[in-house]
């Protein structure tokens, strides 16, 4: 569940798993919606976007899924590996006149032991 | 090709005084983006420029807070008279056109200011 201030949800899983990071949003105008990873001492790096016209994408290794009717995003990252130790946010776009204007998630901490 | 940049990347200063912090973006940018990230939190927008324009400013917190593009490239963020409550980290983000949305922004690796 949520969490507030240094206590981010977090993710611990083993080398090779599958893990499934989740999100929910807040504002049910928004149409665009990405997931960073942010490594320790660096910025926000894309990982994968979506519209909110579809409700899945395929990238390597990872997939996002959107479902509008309960306002929730997922990132699944497949074979997960060491490297992928991170936070994971996920941004909402509402678009119109508000474009650009990310909105974040608190984050979630995955940590693959491997 | 080269990536957002942000100068300094760290910057410790005393309550009371006035920072500067930098950011190159990524050539060719239009649009540029500030965020804040607080400790334990996700990033926070501030400012956007399309150009050298600011399209939107709503996320600045105060008017000690003042956001600069004089030529349509490299922006400077600028606090005057800095509080604690100041200290995090500062990202700048950039996208091609800045034009609707559904436009990847591309970040920076922030700049750490901490306010003594």
């Known amino acids: 569940g949520e969490s507030v201030g240094l206590h981010l949800p977090t993710l611990s899983v083993q080398e090779g798993d599958n893990s499934i990071i989740n999100c929910a949003y807040s504002n049910s105008a928004s149409d665009y919606f990405i997931w960073y990873k942010q490594e320790s001492g660096k910025g926000p790096q894309f990982i994968i976007d979506i519209r909110s016209n579809m409700d899945k994408r395929q990238g390597q290794r990872v997939t996002v899924l959107l479902n509008k009717t309960v306002k929730h995003l997922s990132l699944q990252i497949a074979a997960t590996q060491p490297g992928d130790s991170a936070v994971y946010f996920c941004?909402?776009?509402?678009?119109?006149?508000?474009?650009?204007?990310?909105?974040f998630g608190q984050g979630t901490i995955l940590t693959v032991h491997p | 090709g080269a990536g957002v940049s942000q100068t300094p990347s760290n910057k410790v200063t005393e309550k009371g005084k006035y920072v500067e912090l930098r950011c190159d973006p990524i050539s060719g940018h239009t649009a540029l983006y500030w965020y804040r990230q607080s400790l334990g939190q996700g990033p926070e927008f501030l400012i956007y420029f399309q150009g050298t324009g600011a399209a939107d400013d709503s996320g600045l917190p105060n008017d000690r807070f003042f956001a600069v593009r004089p030529e349509g490239s490299v922006s400077t963020l600028k606090i005057q008279r800095t509080e604690r409550g100041d200290s995090a980290v500062y990202l700048c983000?950039?996208?091609?056109?800045?034009?609707?949305?559904?436009?990847?922004?591309?970040f920076g690796p922030g700049t750490r200011l901490l306010v003594l």
């Open positions: 983000a950039s996208s091609l056109n800045g034009q609707g949305a559904g436009e990847t922004q591309y």
């Open positions: 941004a909402e776009d509402a678009g119109g006149t508000s474009y650009g204007k990310l909105t």
